[in-house]
């Protein structure tokens, strides 16, 4: 599937600052399921909304802070699709 280009830019900008030993699992366990959520909206192409839910999705609790410093670091606007959803995520 298509990427918007400012969305894989800036996904690109988040993969790159995950350890290198958990980027190519990152990047293809993101890509897959923000594929899966594009194609829900009917979409033509995965954006920037389909990536951060792909993360929130997916990545641990443990790890959210961490997520959250790199996707502000990467440009992603979460809070615009309302998240974080979970009652028990502190920044």
């Not at 599937?1 to 894989?8: E, G, L, N």
């Not at 988040?14 to 897959?32: D, G, M, W, Y």
Request: glycine letters at 2%; hydrophobic letters at 40%.
């Amino acid at each position: 599937m298509d990427w918007d280009k400012q969305t894989r830019k800036k996904f690109n900008s988040f993969i790159s600052k995950i350890p290198l030993f958990h980027r190519r699992i990152t990047q293809e366990a993101v890509t897959k399921r923000a594929e899966e959520i594009a194609k829900l909206r009917n979409a033509a192409q995965i954006e920037e909304e389909d990536v951060v839910a792909a993360l929130f999705s997916d990545v641990p609790i443990a790890f959210y802070s961490m997520m959250v410093r790199l996707l502000e670091q990467s440009g992603f606007d979460y809070k615009k699709y309302g998240f974080p959803k979970n009652n028990n995520f502190q920044k």
